[in-house]
């Protein structure tokens, strides 16, 4: 951390491994024009130098990359010039866009550090943001969550994230509990004035609202940030491979009539409905003798255990079996820590005969029955509406998502325990100094989200996950 603390200009490879069309060096510091005044070399002829402080802010210059110590040119480049504190660190930055080649980019890395910056830390850029006041926290750890962003919908909550929502939602709570505190601080100081105590009830009242507000759509952010995974279980044979690859529009499963095709767990990522999910396609459960199916039976005892939800695949066009009966029953037998929801799917809806499959569903009174076809794609709107419905089930509905990592549902939660620490001190009559220490607490609590009160190593903890370059 304490190189990440230094003031020297930083350079890196901004952009993803592997060739590209093109590839970008950012160098960042007070440093960073006349660094790049000694690599690079401006117009087709390599032969003029460029004074960038000289030079219109947030302008593309053509030239090259030239090694100082040889002559030798490296690549052609677009140089990237931007003046503080207009830039994305509020530093002096220049972006190199070179050809998106490994060796192009790596040498011309080479000799900007060997011009004088320091190779980036890993976030140190965002760090920077971060620390001259160009992001709040939650804006500094929004980014990680648009660079992973899976579905469209995980990037929507996200980019509002970046642009400062979560800071804007938590601001009711922090300005409530700030104001609470001037008044708690006030009493204290001359304890004869009479203070309104239904003033202290509003003030607690409002904070613990809005961060309420905020762990209610906590579970549906982090759903839609790092997916679920459901598995398709049932006993051989009832199309649970067909479904998969219906769920997904492409063949990725092997299909044939014969029972126990599947002998290992197949792990698929689809999109469903806004939610990053990876559909499990599980071995036909059933007891065998044989050793390749006993295995590929445990790994689906495995996924279940794994899964955030189960599509329980049967049949029914023919009656539930003693298998269809026992795996339901299995579901059915876990402990209440263990439950997931399940939603029993009704496959080969196109077949004509169709049988009553009441008695299995019994089995699992609360869960959904979808009618579905694996080969005309019937009813698969309405299993992929239900499976949503069963990973939501632990989100309210009606919350605004909220798209906050665990640190910080870790932090609001240890503020609203404060919150509520101060609410009964104040119900049992406690001293108002005592509630100042709990409404403090629970300041420092909102801080630790937004950045205001934060140390070092959380910093460190969080901006470790960014990659070199941001």
Not at 386 to 409: C, F, K, T, V, W
Request: net charge negative; hydrophobic share 45%; charged share 25%.
């Amino acid at each position: 951390m304490s190189a990440m603390l230094d003031s020297g200009t930083i350079a890196a490879i901004a952009t993803a491994a592997g060739e590209g069309g093109i590839g970008v060096v950012r160098i960042s510091g007070a440093d960073a024009a006349r660094i790049a005044a000694r690599v690079f070399r401006r117009g087709a002829r390599r032969a003029a130098t460029v004074d960038l402080t000289a030079t219109e802010s947030h302008r593309l210059l053509y030239g090259s990359i030239i090694d100082p110590a040889s002559g030798t040119p490296i690549d052609e480049v677009l140089l990237g010039w931007l003046a503080a504190p207009h830039t994305y660190t509020k530093e002096d930055t220049v972006e190199l866009s070179c050809h998106g080649g490994p060796v192009a980019l790596r040498e011309t890395l080479r000799v900007v550090l060997e011009a004088g910056a320091r190779h980036a830390e890993p976030g140190e850029f965002t760090l920077r943001a971060f620390l001259n006041g160009r992001l709040d926290l939650t804006q500094a750890e929004a980014v990680l969550n648009v660079i992973g962003a899976r579905t469209a919908e995980s990037l929507r909550l996200a980019v509002s994230d970046l642009g400062g929502d979560l800071t804007r939602r938590l601001a009711p709570a922090n300005a409530a509990l700030i104001s609470l505190l001037a008044y708690l601080d006030a009493s204290a100081d001359f304890p004869d004035d009479e203070i309104d105590t239904s003033d202290i009830n509003r003030g607690l009242t409002a904070a613990e609202e809005a961060l309420a507000d905020v762990v209610a759509g906590s579970a549906a952010g982090m759903l839609l940030r790092d997916g679920a995974q459901i598995a398709l279980v049932g006993r051989p044979n009832v199309g649970k491979s067909s479904l998969l690859n219906a769920l997904l529009r492409a063949d990725r499963a092997i299909v044939t009539p014969v029972a126990g095709t599947t002998r290992d767990v197949i792990a698929e990522t689809v999109n469903l409905q806004g939610v990053p999910v990876t559909l499990l396609d599980t071995a036909g459960i059933v007891e065998s003798e044989d050793l390749v199916e006993r295995i590929g039976v445990e790994r689906s005892r495995t996924a279940l255990a794994t899964a955030a939800a189960i599509a329980l695949v049967i049949d029914g066009s023919v009656a539930p079996t003693d298998g269809d009966f026992a795996v339901a029953g299995m579901l059915a037998a876990r402990p209440l820590d263990q439950r997931t929801p399940v939603v029993i799917v009704r496959n080969k809806r196109d077949l004509a005969d169709q049988v009553d499959q009441g008695e299995l569903a019994k089995v699992l009174p609360e869960s959904p029955v979808v009618a579905v076809s694996a080969t005309t794609g019937e009813g698969l709107g309405n299993l992929e509406a239900a499976l949503a419905d069963a990973l939501r089930g632990g989100a309210s509905s009606e919350a605004r998502p909220s798209l906050i990592s665990s640190r910080q549902r870790a932090a609001v939660d240890r503020a609203l325990r404060h919150i509520h620490d101060a609410q009964e001190a104040r119900a049992a009559g406690f001293p108002q100094d005592l509630l100042a220490t709990s409404v403090r607490a629970a300041l420092h609590a909102v801080g630790e989200v937004t950045g205001e009160d934060v140390d070092d190593a959380v910093l460190h903890e969080i901006f470790s996950r960014f990659c070199i370059g941001k």
